[in-house]
């Protein structure tokens, strides 16, 4: 492979491997931290292909760092496998579970990662033919649904070295990201009381659910007295087993968001003070479990521009009216303000509406937008230059997280946006490759906009993951 032409013709009359690799994924989904059979696919498979794999980044079994090349530059592609619960979806237009309640790819992982991993197969060929030196790397990122992979493999030092990172997110649009999205904490609080029969003895009780509800009512009037950026939401996982036994053991599980690191910090103190109190009115103990925490994005415009000229030198995806077909079908499913919602968010002209599938592609669009979504995918984005880039694997008026994004994940319409994307970063990494000054102007716009706030792992000391 000599051209960029070669590299995409290289993907086209190699895509088969790759779309197999992606259902299988698909067919067998796994939640956060539980990946053996995507992760040993997809390393299995790097591993023929000449890279050498390092298991257990981040203390993980199912994340894995896979090598190849020796020198500068090196470039990351970031891959990430798990699925989420209560979407299983058969392969088809229309709502249905394979299993009632069971696992789904509903944000589109199975073509997430084994994108990234085409990519960086294909450039790993260029750079051998061509013979120049550079090293690749693809990382298999465990838990991107509970926000920790990434965040403790960076932790451990994972992305250090990286001179930039490449990765894709499935979406309904072609076009680099270039807003950011938001920092998270992720943690429970468990209290601790005394158990007593509540209709005999009450008094003789202390109701570790009062304090969770006492500690919730708190928060809720904390939302008044924090940025309206701020998105603060809870689930309470233990309230107790029996309506007539004081419950002795409760706990409730939040999500911190806000645009910047520091102010995730200082509303989660204030929700550890509502904690506190909430055990004083009720006379019981109370701990934090610290799961994990990220970092908000920094999309870097200099490989956002590299991702679009690619996109223009590859040309639209060429979905068909069956594909369209299939994707109306699935938007109708959903209601219209939804649909419309999504339509506005994609920041196209109004005549678009009702398109159900986006072959086009488009710039960066969403410049200074906060995404009120949270990845892990941040705390990347702070120690190398990294650009998310968006394809279309999935229909118009499907949300995030819904059967609808399951629903073409494992059929052609996702096939063919992994391939769109797979394509996109191999030809940016090629330039980064071939040409110093690209690589140059990425790492000074990331060196500017982090100079005054370099990386801080949002993990306390010693945190843990349960695997």
């Keep these: 492979m000599q051209t960029k032409q070669d590299v995409i013709h290289w993907l086209e009359e190699n895509q088969a491997p790759f779309i197999r690799m992606a259902d299988e994924i698909w067919e067998n989904p796994e939640i956060a931290l539980q990946e053996y059979k995507a992760s040993k696919l997809q390393a299995g498979y790097l591993e023929n292909e000449g890279f050498t794999i390092r298991w257990g ?59 990234g991993l085409a990519a960086a197969v294909a450039v790993r060929r260029w750079l051998e033919e061509q013979g120049k030196p550079g090293t690749v790397r693809y990382y298999g990122c465990p838990a991107e649904e509970i926000l920790a992979g990434k965040v403790y493999m960076a932790r451990d030092g994972a992305f250090d070295d990286l001179d930039a990172a490449l990765n894709f997110h499935p979406s309904s649009i072609n076009s680099p990201n270039i807003g950011t999205a938001v920092a998270l904490n992720n943690l429970k ?44 939401h809870y689930v309470i996982t233990n309230g107790g087993d029996l309506p007539n036994i004081v419950p002795a053991e409760a706990e409730v599980w939040y999500f911190v968001r806000a645009p910047e690191r520091a102010g995730v910090d200082e509303i989660t103190e204030r929700v550890r003070k509502i904690a506190q109190g909430a055990a004083l009115m009720t006379d019981t103990r109370w701990e934090e479990e610290f799961i994990t925490g990220c970092s908000n994005t920094l999309n870097n415009h200099a490989l956002a521009d590299l991702q679009y000229r690619a996109m223009q030198e ?120 071939s040409d110093p000054e690209q690589l140059r102007k990425a790492r000074a716009e990331f060196e500017e906009k982090t100079k005054d706030h370099p990386y801080r792992s949002p993990l306390p000391p010693g945190a843990k993951l349960k695997v």
């Design 57 to 115: 980044s981040g203390g993980m079994p199912t994340a894995f760092i896979a090598t190849w090349g020796q020198g500068k530059p090196i470039i990351g592609f970031i891959g990430e496998y798990d699925a989420l619960k209560n979407l299983s979806q058969k392969n088809q237009a229309t709502q249905e579970p394979v299993v009632p309640g069971g696992l789904g790819q509903g944000c589109g992982h199975n073509l997430l990662g084994t994108g």
């Design 189 to 232: 609080f468990r209290f601790f009381g005394k158990a007593a029969h509540a209709g005999a003895s009450p008094h003789l009780g202390r109701s570790a659910l009062d304090a969770v509800e006492l500690m919730n009512v708190g928060v809720n009037y904390l939302r008044e007295h924090v940025p309206d950026t701020t998105r603060i």
């Design 314 to 433: 590859i040309g639209p995806i060429d979905f068909t009216p069956e594909e369209k077909e299939y994707a109306r079908t699935v938007n109708e499913a959903f209601p219209p303000d939804v649909r419309h919602n999504l339509f506005l968010g994609l920041r196209l002209p109004p005549e678009m509406e009702g398109e159900p599938l986006l072959g086009e592609n488009y710039p960066g669009r969403n410049e200074g937008e906060i995404s009120t979504g949270s990845s892990d995918i941040g705390d990347v984005s702070w120690i190398t230059p990294l650009c998310e880039l968006n394809t279309a694997c999935h229909s118009t008026g499907a949300p995030g997280h819904s059967w609808g994004i399951v629903a073409t994940g494992g059929m052609s319409i996702g096939h063919k946006g992994m391939l769109h994307a797979a394509k996109i970063m191999a030809l940016a990494a090629m330039d980064l490759y």
